[in-house]
């Protein structure tokens, strides 16, 4: 069941590591059509909405996933809360966790607001700086999993106790 539950940890947060990473290309996307006048009137393509709006879905289902499947682990499975609640590198991680599921609000907030022009068939409204203010949520969200992944290595090798 372990070896499960580690499976299902690490499928999950490649889920939503890929998840953010097509938000950041995407919204890239919407910004290159906008600067070289390709692009609609202000705001993302009606496909490419719809794809933001299904990534953000993933996005979120992986997360809470992840987190529940995480826990699980931490309290049922591996080394046990003891030892998990005295890592200074298991802490880090969690509260960076935490952290991008913050980042994460507000532009789920803003591409939830999309859905009834996309459903109407036409391509939300959106202001580049609105925009670009999302793109650095994003990337703020893809520099946080990267000290993700530093604290899951020196956990790995016990180290930061």
Partial sequence: MSTLFAFLHHLFAFTLVAAIAVEFILIGQVQSAEQTG?????????????RLVKADAVLGMAAGLLLVV????VFFFEKGETYYMNSHAFLAKFSIFIIVG????????EF?????????????????KKLAFIKKF??????????ILLCAAIMARGGWV
């Fill in 38 to 50: 390709a692009g609609g009137e202000g705001g993302p393509t009606h496909a490419i909405a719809k």
């Fill in 138 to 147: 994003i990337h703020g969200e893809l520099a946080a999993i990267v000290v």
């Fill in 70 to 73: 995480g826990l699980s682990r």
């Fill in 102 to 109: 913050l980042l994460s609000i507000m532009p789920t907030i």
């Fill in 112 to 128: 939830l607001s999309w859905r009834p022009a996309i459903a109407a068939g036409q391509a939300p409204k959106v202001d580049a």
